[in-house]
């Protein structure tokens, strides 16, 4: 799925011949893909601005991204479900009186469908997490007529581990996903100290794995786009 302007803000858009349209500066692009590889299925959503960045996207797209980087860092003990911790990635927009009306995440099989149960993350989400579950992590907001902002990895449920002075082993996430998030869009006046640091580490791996894969003209470009805050 591929949605510019106010199409993006559709959360289940497809395009039609009535609906296509063409993409303008200044407008966010909301673009949801993945596909079936011998070593995986994938499912990845990314905005970027084209063009010049609109200004009243910044906050809520740097709202989704403290989402994000919260549910990626977040540990819970064992025998939690999917929607024991759906609300951690909400938690920033709902301080700013903002939310997304789909889950969180769904869990993704190979060679199945790209939402394959019986684990997800949201409110309908039952089935304990358990070490090994491959999820989407994928917070959005999406403002009617405007714009969409979604951000989507996917994540494994790792094994469990108990923290230096720990009582309960603990499990948390590991994301799999490897592709730049548009710098431009974020205010990193928002981000605390230990958000920075997560996403400058993640554009850093980005950066390590992607660059040998890819032409030297891209490679430049990958670096920008993966330079730190």
């Keep these: 799925m591929c949605g510019a302007g106010p199409n993006g803000a559709i959360v289940h858009y497809r395009v039609t011949e ?10 966010l692009l909301l673009v949801d893909s993945g596909g079936q590889y011998l070593d995986g299925t994938t499912d990845i959503t990314r905005t970027v601005a084209v063009g010049p960045v609109p200004a009243e996207a910044i906050r809520p797209f740097t709202l989704v991204l403290k989402g994000v980087i919260a ?9 939690l479900a999917g929607r024991d911790i759906d609300a951690i990635a909400r938690a920033p927009l709902w301080q700013a009186g903002l939310d997304y009306d ?11 469908g790209v939402h ?26 999406y403002r009617d007529g405007a714009f969409g902002i979604r ?15 720990g009582e309960r082993p603990m499990l948390g996430f590991e994301t799999l996903t490897l592709a730049p998030i548009d710098r431009r869009l974020v205010d990193a006046r928002l981000l605390d100290a230990r958000e920075r640091a ?7 791996r980005v950066l390590t794995a992607l660059s040998p894969l890819v032409d030297t003209e891209t490679a430049r470009w990958l670096a920008g786009a993966c330079a730190p805050l």
């Design 18 to 27: 009535a609906s296509n349209r063409v993409v303008a500066p200044g407008e």
């Design 71 to 79: 549910m990626s860092r977040a540990r819970w003990p064992q025998g």
């Design 102 to 112: 789909h889950g969180t995440g769904h869990g993704v099989g190979a060679y199945l």
């Design 116 to 141: 394959e149960g019986p684990q997800n993350l949201s409110r309908r989400g039952i089935e304990p997490l358990l070490p090994g579950m491959i999820l989407s992590v994928e917070p959005g907001y």
């Design 151 to 165: 951000t989507e990895n996917l994540v494994i449920v790792r094994p469990p581990e108990t923290p230096e002075g």
């Design 198 to 204: 997560w996403l400058d580490a993640y554009h850093a």
